[in-house]
Each structure stands twice: as C-alpha cells, then as structure tokens.
C-alpha cells in the first residue's frame, strides 16, 4: 500500500514494525506496537471492492470475547488507509501442522472441537466467520486459535444476513478443516477464489468416489466411526459453488457450529507433538546411564585450574559407607586401606591426578551416579588419614599491630537510648486524647467550634441543619431462577436447566441460559408459558429491562412479581425477543423481584424452539 513502510505512525498511536504474511489478496499485514497501551499487535490495512463490509464486519466481530478467537480491537479509517487492528496471531497454523505429517484422530477432534466452540460463542453473538480455511486456525501449545473472525468474511465480501445458511458455512468449514487435518485433503469449497492471494499455498482438493467426497474411513481406517459418519453426512452430494455447499443440511448433516461441537465432544488436550501419528512422531530417547566421572569429563566440564572429580564411592559389602576422609578421591590425600583384593579397572579411566598444594576439597559424588561403575583399586602403602597432611588445618596468623577500637558497645547504648525515648513519646502521643472533655469555667454548648451559635443570628440548631441527602437505591440482581410451575404441579418435571440459571446474570454476554427445547413455538401444547425470574438485593425502583439475546421472534411479558406467582401482577412490557431489546415501563415500578413470562417461544438459527438469555440487565 502506498505510503507506507516500516517507522509508520497509524492514528498517531500504531508504529508499524515489519511487513507480515497474508494470504488475503486485498490486505497487507503489519507487525506494530501499541504506544498507548505499550503492547504488540497486528494492523491489517484493507483495501479493494469490499473495504467498508470489512470493516463492518469486524466491528461486529469485536463485541465477541474468547480465548480461542484473536480478538478485534480497533477499526478504522485515516487518510483513505482502512486499517483493522487485532491481536497478534501466535502459533503455527494448521497448514503448518499436517505439514509435518497428518494429524491423529483423537487430537484433530480436539483442534476441531475448540475452533466449533468458539465459533459457537460468536455464532450466539450473530458473528460468523464465513471463511473458515488451514490458514484461519492456529495451534499455539495447548492453545487452538481461530483467526480472522469478521474481517475475512467483510473481505470476501460474504452475505452475512441469512442465519441459516451462514451457521451451516461455518459448520461445513469445520468439518472440512477435520477431515483436512486426517488426510491433508480440503473437501470443502474450492480455495481458489478471488479474495485469496495467487501466492498463497493452497492444499490439495480431496478424492472423490462419483459425486461425492471419498469416505473418511478409506482414507484413515483408524479413523472413529463417527467422525467418519460426520463427514459423510456433511458432504454427502456436496460439489460446486459456495451456495451450493451451505444449502439446508440434508439428513443429519451438523447446521451451526454447535452441531460439530456435540458429535466431536468429548476431546482431550490439544499437543502439536501429539497431534502427529506415531510414524512421524520423534523417537522416545531411552534411558542413559552415565558415572559421575563420565559426566564431569570434557574439556567444557570444569573451568581451569578445578581439581579433578573424585571416582563413584561404591558401598561396601558390609554395608557401612566410609568416612569422607577414608574415601578413595575424598579431600585430601588419604587413601582406603581396607583394599586388599584385585578389583576389576573401571570403564573409562580416571583422569591423571594433579598435585598441588592447598588444593581445593572434592564435593561428595550426587545420589544419582551409577551404580554399575566398578570401584578403582588403591595402593595399600600409602599414608592413612591420621598420616596424611591437611592444607587448611594450619592455624590463622595472629593479628598484628596496635589493637584496633571497638565503638560497637556505644552505638548499641546509642540506639538503646533513642528506643526508650522513642516508646515514651509514642506513650504519651496515644494517651492524650483521653483527657476531660471539659476544662474548668468551661460550659457544654454542643457546638463545633467556630460555627454560630442558636444566638447569633441564627434561627436554632434544628432549623439551621440540613437535612441528609437520600441515597438513591440502585436494582442490582442477586440471583435467579428458571420457572414451570406447570412442569412442577405435574410431578414430573426436569426443569427448564435450573442449572444453568446463573449464566443469564453473570456480567459474561458469552455465556446462555436456555430452555428446554420443543416442537413448536406454543409449548406444542404442553405448556402455556415458562418464565425467569431476578431477585434483586433489596427493594428498588425498576424502569428498564434489557435483554441480550441471539434469537428473534416469541413473546416475553415482564411483570413485577414473584417466583412463587409468576403470572400474578401487572404486565409492564411485552414484546418479541431480539438481540439487544430494550423493555421499558412507563413508570419506575418498586420491586423486589422481576419475572419474564414467555408466553411464546422464538426459533433459534438451528430450528429450535426454545428461549435463550445471555444477559439480564435491570435499571
């Protein structure tokens, strides 16, 4: 892009650092750092037919929030240069990956299972990513990443408005990139497309049998059966355009990310170094054994001038271990003499002692040699350790010249005397506020000092105070509840996931309560309505309810109540549900407790009928 180069300063606060690969054809990455915040980031400048579904697109993008998604954080324009900024992307991508050699099954199932789940959040957020591909997941240790979200699709420029049909592309896309993973094959939509660089590296399509993608099982035979029946529901007569491939999902085919998280699940964690087969996986190195000697040998072992290690001590066969003094190799030059019998030489020689006086002393060999390593065999005529000279026995030199002034015992009466002062004066610092609150001739006004008193102009102690400002109480929720009074009073019931009630209320928009599932949005008559109700931490006015949610349609009433009567009290709003609906009363309502009664149930992008809450807020 024109104008700029390395030392670029984006919106007066990204620094443009080094040119990064991208295998978009209208974006150029950069390396460049945050000088506001201090911290890395990545800066996409966008360019050609799509920039401003780009940057829509990832400014939806960026009120989704999760680990496994490379989070947006800014978007915007300067100068015609439209710029994305994100995290920076870490890890290798899954390209990368099957390059060193296809995946194993179980450890595909966990790279697949993260990048569903975290497509799942923002799916639930009405973000879809559209242009799922190898290049768009990464593997970072343990850590799966999925890149790209918003931007890639804006890009493109994908039609992101059918629900329906843009759950189903990103469901085709993850178990393309699954059975990818498995044979290096891409069975999904063609790669070669516009918007993806010419330069980009793009894998091999995958074999057919007829019209339809080559089963999974005769690629891998280890492959489980139902991944193997996933990918065959999935691209069962699925060839040819994009729309094509994200039509309705026929038969069991998986509609959204959700589907592929529940037909992988469960899976463990993901290891780049397990996720290869066995035959290209490093080779376990086996165990090595090695002496000390061994391990202390080498011209790289010891700086100069170090003394030689001393030989592996091995226990006798009386089972005492010998002195440090009557160890053969111990400090100083003592030598065991209880060595009368030939004793096989060792394995590697000993490196040739060196004689120097005042040499230092030899640690005792670590708890961890080896215990294989035959002992050295000793002459029995050298000196015993009673005989044997020690350098650092020699008594100290004595002191010389006029003996020196000892101040120690008066700085000590020094300091004694400043803490004893230093206690007396904290003593009576702490104690003089307790003196008489009235000094003789003095007489109790009850009046601070300094203010006017009830005669001097003024009109009185009770007239002249204001009085104290009210606090406003502010609703604050404090807990919740999934109803069915019905389900109840039938003695049968499961609940509409009661256990999943505080996630409507936790401050996290990417956590849901939902509701069972039916068959049709009037309960398919076994119900005429379910509700949710808040408990707020004490009574409180209440003027707006809003609900973020994923779904649209239905009916909730909201009514001032509690759990225990749910349809009891007035209807103060009532509408359909939608991302984001705002519920406001006419007049603020005192209340200890809310409840949404839905009398009508909405139809989620998969086909459910079932209620969804991702966040209750109150005001």
Known sequence: MNGVAPGTLLVARYRLDEQLASDLSDVTAWSAH?????????????????????????????????PRLTRVLDVGSEDDVAYVVTERYTGITLSEVVAGGIVDPQQARAIVGEAAAALEVARRRGVHHLALRPDAVRVDGSRVLVTGLGLDAGVAGHDQHDADRTSRADAVGLVALLYYAMTARWPGPSLDVPWIAQDAIHPLPAQRAGDDVLPLSAVRPDVPAELDALCTATFSGARGTADEWTAAAPGDGPASPADVVAAVEPWGEVSVVAALPAFVQPAAAGVSRQSVRSAFDGATSAPPGTPPPAPPVRRPTTGRIHRVGAVPGSAGPAAYTGATQAVPPPAIPPPTPVAAPGSHAVPPPPTGYDAGTAPLAYATGEPTPAEAPQAWSEPAPR????????????????????VVWGVVWAVNTAFDGFGPALQAGEEQTGEEPGEPSAGEGGEGTDAGQEAPPVTEVRPVIASGEALDPEGDAGGNNDGEHPELAPLAYDQQPDTTWISRRYNAANFAGLRTGIGFAVTLEEKAPVSTVVLDTAVTGGNVEIRATSPDAPTDGEVLASGPLAPGVEFSFDQPVEAESIVLWFTELPQNPSGEYRAEINEILVS
Request: charged share 25%; hydrophobic share 50%.
């Open 399 to 418: 002191r010389r010249g006029p003996r020196r002034f000892n101040a120690t015992p008066i700085v000590l009466l020094l300091v004694l005397g400043l």
């Open 34 to 66: 945050d000088q506001i915040l201090d911290r890395p980031v990545r800066v996409s400048l966008v360019s050609g037919a799509h920039v401003a579904e780009a940057l829509d697109s990832a400014r939806r993008a960026a009120l989704v929030v999760d």
